[in-house]
């Protein structure tokens, strides 16, 4: 394979990875660019990663970002996590898909409604809350206020 062929194929690769990086409803996705990136040694991928981790929403992929960015050579720093409310007006709008189903809903109808609404929102919470998220997701959802 000559140079060009290949810089063409790297070039075609961090234009697939960085959609990827992008879509917010998908975490995982997300996480996998981010992995997939650091095996590549150019400026797009280094500032793919930058980006992803100076601005992911899941620390999960803020995480990763800085272990391959580090693994590059780059000298950055661990961001915070963030805590508190990681979507602005979260309480909002769960309360809003609450309401929006009927009065003996089930917590299970509660958490597919909120997925197919605000998929970024069910996402960025999943992804940052791992194991206990449908426990968060449960509390939150039982301690909203029912329709008047």
Request: charged share 35%; hydrophobic share 30%.
């Amino acid at each position: 394979m000559s140079n060009s062929e290949m810089n063409t194929e790297v070039k075609d690769k961090i234009e697939e990875l960085k959609k990827s990086v992008n879509r917010t409803s998908n975490w995982r996705e997300r996480l996998d660019a981010v992995e997939e990136l650091g095996q590549l040694e150019s400026k797009e991928a280094i500032a793919l990663l930058k980006h992803s981790l100076a601005g992911d929403s899941v620390y999960k992929v803020q995480e990763a970002a800085y272990r391959n960015l580090k693994s590059l050579g780059e000298d950055v720093a661990m961001p915070k996590q963030k805590v508190g409310e990681l979507v602005k007006g979260t309480n909002k709008i769960l309360l809003r898909i609450k309401k929006s189903l009927p009065e003996n809903h089930s917590y299970e109808d509660f958490k597919e409604k909120l997925k197919k609404m605000r998929l970024d929102l069910y996402d960025t919470y999943e992804g940052n809350k791992g194991t206990e998220f449908d426990q968060w997701l449960e509390e939150n959802w039982s301690s909203l206020p029912s329709k008047k």
